[in-house]
């Protein structure tokens, strides 16, 4: 993989990949959600999940998809894209966090940014390497979560053809608990949220949580008001 002209450049395409890959363990995670909530109140779809090829196919995609992003983001390869990579060049080129990196990129994206900059100035968080080493700890946690609960299901049942009971997939995820790891990983979220945002460089970022695949929708619509 070669690498950017510039460690700037080069943590951009890293987040970009992140991005792309938390993204598609999401969304296919809430479908499959969606899909099995859907087939417990609806008879036929219930019956067509266990025996039409079609919607085999489809599932069966939707975890393999997962389970193939999710696999990206805790590899350990220095020559892939994934979490630690761009979060070692984030800990290693602090200083395209500053606030005068900050301001040149907005100079550079806005035309007006001579109306504006200053408020903006102000209210904005500048990472440091404490909050960079906090952040890798979080993800070095969850890779260990990846590794026990996940990484099996994607070797027994998808790389190879083990016998292996799938519900652990959803079971696992504690979906709809609250506890003190759920807490810790809220707070993350939040503050990687306002270091994105105090970078500049990729719009204005928000988080959520949801709870049940019928929050997204109203949580989306919140959102985008």
């Not at 070095?140 to 652990?168: F, I, M, N």
């Amino acid at each position: 993989m070669p690498l950017a002209t510039d460690p700037e450049t080069e943590f951009e395409r890293e987040l970009h990949a992140f991005g792309k890959d938390a993204d598609i363990a999401l969304q296919c995670f809430y479908v499959w959600l969606t899909v099995h909530a859907a087939a417990r109140k609806n008879l036929k779809l219930h019956y067509l999940l266990g025996r039409d090829r079609f919607w085999t196919l489809a599932v069966g995609s939707i975890q393999s998809n997962c389970l193939i992003a999710l696999g990206r983001i805790f590899d350990k390869d220095p020559r892939t894209h994934n979490a630690r990579r761009f979060l070692n060049l984030g800990e290693h080129n602090i200083a395209i966090f500053s606030k005068d990196a900050l301001r040149k990129r907005k100079y550079k994206q806005s035309a007006n940014a001579h109306e504006w900059i200053e408020d903006y100035m102000r209210g904005i968080y500048i990472p440091n390497v404490s909050d960079f080493k906090r952040w890798q700890s979080f993800v070095e946690a969850r890779r260990k979560v990846y590794a026990s609960r996940y990484q099996p299901l994607r070797d027994k049942v998808y790389a190879h053809s083990e016998r292996t009971d799938v519900a652990g997939f959803v079971a696992n995820t504690k979906t709809g608990q609250d506890d003190q790891q759920n807490q810790t990983k809220r707070e993350f979220l939040s503050e990687w949220v306002r270091a994105v945002n105090g970078h500049g460089g990729f719009g204005e970022w928000t988080a959520d949580v949801s709870r049940h695949p019928k929050d997204v929708l109203e949580i989306l619509e919140r959102h985008n008001k």
